[in-house]
């Protein structure tokens, strides 16, 4: 069965420093991926897709950059954090399949202060 | 994009059928319609998914009228532990990779609480 890994699931960083969220997919191969963000409020917003290995799609323009150096591997990094990058971050998949659902990690709390 | 428009919040009992509906006027030809469930400091869970009339799995079932401008989901005899917010998602992943539109929005979902 397929499984996603999501880590840190907490993470505290003060203004300025670096970040590195990983993403990993098991058990399938040539998914989809997805990087949101949720704000406290409840909705999701769309950060970044990937169809491949190499091919980023940005929803948002921020401070964020995506990354995915292997095929079931995306990253979420920044070079310097904003106090506005707090929130609650996941990542999904779905298969390439037409409408297939997703299905999202456990997320990453994170709090910049 | 098929804007999708629910309550923000509504209250049941043990036992009770919930069904929650959800608007969208503007829902594209191909757009499917999703329903997700997520618990606190968890990621959302894939619930059912339906294009129209009726489908039904062994948690819920979701009902698309003919035109299909809203749907409701329909969660029988809830429990304690289907309190959560539900997300109604509408959208057409394949208009993402031909256009770079993401049309995979969710909006604030809705905050059901099942009471005693």
């Known amino acids: 069965s397929q499984t996603i890994h999501q880590w840190p699931a907490t993470l505290v960083q003060p203004v300025g420093s670096p970040l590195s969220l990983e993403c990993t997919v098991e058990?399938?191969?040539?998914?989809?991926l997805y990087w949101y963000r949720q704000a406290a409020g409840r909705g999701l917003q769309l950060l970044f897709y990937s169809v491949g290995i190499g091919q980023i799609s940005s929803e948002v323009p921020q401070n964020l950059s995506a990354s995915r150096p292997q095929d079931r591997q995306f990253i979420l990094s920044s070079k310097k954090l904003l106090l506005s990058d707090s929130g609650f971050y996941l990542c999904?998949?779905?298969?390439?399949?037409?409408?297939?659902?997703?299905?999202f990690g456990n997320g990453t709390r994170l709090t910049v202060t | 994009l098929a804007k999708t428009t629910q309550p923000i919040s509504m209250d049941s009992y043990e036992g009770q059928e919930v069904n929650i509906t959800c608007s969208h006027n503007n829902i594209a030809t191909n757009d499917y319609i999703t329903w997700y469930q997520q618990f606190p400091s968890q990621g959302p869970r894939f619930i059912i998914q339906?294009?129209?009339t009726k489908v039904t799995n062994e948690v819920a079932s979701l009902f698309i009228p003919a035109d299909r401008k809203s749907s409701t989901l329909s969660l029988p005899r809830v429990s304690l532990s289907d309190t959560a917010v539900y997300y109604c998602?509408?959208?057409?992943?394949?208009?993402?990779?031909?256009?770079?539109?993401?049309?995979?929005?969710f909006g604030k979902g809705t905050m059901l609480l099942v009471s005693p």
């Open positions: 339906g294009y129209k």
């Open positions: 998602l509408v959208g057409d992943i394949f208009a993402i990779m031909n256009s770079g539109y993401s049309t995979l929005t």
């Open positions: 058990g399938t191969s040539n998914p989809n």
């Open positions: 999904a998949w779905r298969t390439q399949g037409r409408n297939s659902p997703l299905h």
